[in-house]
């Protein structure tokens, strides 16, 4: 563990990085825990052993049972984020075919998905069978890239985490609808 966390000092030194938790119960087919675990944002590669402490403490914090098979991300942090949020490849509610993209204007990337109101919060709806094209090019690369998703991973109920960079899709984590 020791030589994986000074490579990653190494390798990243002049980055911030997000450290997330990877956790086993997190994202399956009948219940996702999204937000129940701990991510750390804008952490300095020095302080990347204490990040990922605490994205450990947050599994027994937040857990009966401790898999050890869980995991830990460690990503670089994107700069300059334009628009992130979720995608969702159907409905939640009904299961009918739409793209339901929930987005924050600001550069934070942590909004949508931790649950917390902002004035910066949007949402557009796109019929999955739509010939028009979204009214902005990000919209419309983001949902390109659902489609490629939906056909790598070979299913069309999808929870989509992303960011956007100069309309440039990041997928940022990807999870079946529960």
Known sequence: RISIIQNIKEEFQDSELIVRSSALNEDTETQSLAGNYQSVLNVKPDRVD????EVIASYYKNTVEIDNENQILV????????????????DIETGSPYYII????????????????CENIRTFIYYKYSTETPPETWMH??????????KLTNHDSLD???????????????????
């Open 50 to 53: 204490e990040a990922i402490e």
């Open 75 to 90: 990503q670089p942090q994107l700069q300059s984020v334009s628009h992130s949020g979720v995608i969702f490849t159907r």
């Open 102 to 117: 929930n987005y924050d204007i600001s550069d934070k990337t942590d909004t949508i998905t931790s649950g917390n109101s």
């Open 141 to 150: 690369n983001l949902i390109s890239v659902s489609k490629e998703i939906e």
């Open 160 to 178: 989509i985490e992303f960011a956007i960079v100069n309309n440039k899709v990041y997928i940022l984590q990807i999870r079946p609808i529960a």
